[in-house]
């Protein structure tokens, strides 16, 4: 197995002499299918490439901010890893878990929500498959495990001793005249519960998996990449297990009992408990038909899982995070929106002064282009800034802060990135304190100075640029609770 490591300049990209042959065009293949569901799931402005149309001409193929490890069908590996330049192992591994927690806390439909935005090809059904491979880890484990038979213990009444008499009984047998004897016997049942839940646990996984592989197969040249074959090779597990002699006689018994029952649940402990992994497949079980997500595996799938992941929508998360924990601070508990992009909109006012933020949502046009728009100037970008954060008053005042997340290092931001990011404000911004307009700008550089500002005239612009990563968070935090309030107060 050979493992290749991608040349890095600001993103990451392949010629056709750097992979094999059947190696590069299924890296192509994963590229387009990317680029399309990117396009689809959310308006991704760096998606790689080749797009689908163009896969046959391809010489180059661009991941962009995609990062993680990929296997390919002939078992050599691709690792693509994030630039230490820009974010350090520390800061890696504080956003993932920071990401991770936060989706956790916040429940399953904003959670899965949020995987579908990291995971653009699996979204949260990558959960499944995570469930899957810590099924077939505790299944492994669980076989080479003792687990006792169940004793049974039944009670006769014959003519000839069998198994242990049960004297006082007997005796009352032979006084009223019978020639019998009560009996007990005990016997060894092999066919007991962990083995019946086993079988249930691994069905129910196959019909989880058969549903997944065939709503991704959809996608042209999806069966080829490695998140399907992941599928496929786990699927084909399951089934080997349930249908291995002699366990398939008992597949039907499987069903007839009720693991959803505490009842049930509390017996399989207690007969799983010589097992240590059985009794792991057991919490496994419940949080599986309890739609509760373990937040290890969260974590995993977030670093890379079963495919590529685009870091640059995860740092935005974590600064979308951030932006609410700091305003958390400010106005108390906000709502959560069950699904992204959406609304987040804090239940407490201060001094008169409301505040929400919009998530990849597209907010009101700015009375400048409004205007505009009459005198028959079509100015709009018409893309979506990444989140908007709003305050307002009763009386009508507001302050709209556009904001935008770049996994970028402050050099690497150039003047077309920068004057997108003015259309932005133009497009959706409120006039503000002297009649400026806001802007929030997030970068990856470690600088001295964590904010800056890049101002605009005709209209006045005024841009934020904070460097915002969790090696830097202690000093960045403070200042940009500093402008919130500063931008509040001007409202009242």
Known sequence: MKKFYGRYTEYHS??????????????????AVLSKLCSEEYN??????????????????????????????????????????????????????????????????????????????????????????LLIKYTESALTEYVPPVIERRKYITQVPLGKICVPKTILLVAQGEVEYFCEKARANIINLPLLFMMRFNSEMIKNLKNLKSKLEQYKGAASIQPVRAISQNLNYHMAFVTESPRAKLFDSAYKVDFR??????????????????????????????????????????RAGYGLKPLCKLYELWCLRLVLDILKD??????????????????RK?????????????????????????????????????FTIRFSTS?????????DAKYRLL???????????????????????????????????????????????????????FSMKPSNVSRSKPKLKELFKHLILSLV
């Open 350 to 386: 201060v001094k008169g002064v409301k505040a929400e933020i919009l998530y990849n949502t597209t907010p009101k046009r700015s009375l400048l282009v409004k205007d505009l728009k009459q005198k028959g100037m079509d100015v709009s970008t018409r893309k979506k800034p990444d």
């Open 261 to 302: 029952s505490v009842k049930t649940i509390d017996e399989l402990r207690k007969q799983s408990s010589t097992a240590p992994s059985l009794l792991d497949m057991v919490d496994l079980w419940e949080a599986f038909i309890g739609r509760r997500l373990l937040i290890s595996q969260i974590e995993k799938i977030l």
């Open 44 to 133: 991704l402005e760096e998606k790689p490439e080749p797009v689908e149309e163009e896969l046959g001409y391809a010489h180059e193929i661009k991941l962009k901010s995609f990062v993680g490890s990929y296997r390919f069908k002939s078992g050599n590996s691709l690792v693509i890893e994030y630039d230490k330049n820009k974010l350090s192992d520390y800061d890696f591994n504080v956003i993932t878990r920071e990401v991770a927690e936060w989706g956790a806390i916040l429940g399953a439909p904003f959670l899965k929500a949020l995987l579908k935005i990291c995971s653009p090809l699996l979204k949260d059904y990558e959960i499944l498959l995570a469930y899957s491979d």
């Open 14 to 31: 392949f010629g056709r002499d750097e992979l094999e042959t059947k190696d590069w065009k299924e890296l192509a293949t994963y590229a």
């Open 395 to 403: 009386s009508g005042k507001s302050i709209t802060l556009i904001s």
């Open 411 to 465: 050099q690497n931001i150039g003047d077309e990135d920068l004057s997108r990011f003015f259309w932005y404000i133009i497009d959706y911004g409120e006039i503000g304190e002297n009649n400026v307009l806001e802007g929030l700008f997030f970068h990856v550089s470690s600088t001295s100075k964590i904010d800056q500002t890049v101002q605009r005239e005709k209209p006045k612009i005024r841009i934020h640029l």
């Open 330 to 347: 400010i106005f108390g508990e906000y709502t959560v929106p069950t699904q992204l992009p959406g609304k987040f909109v804090f239940k």
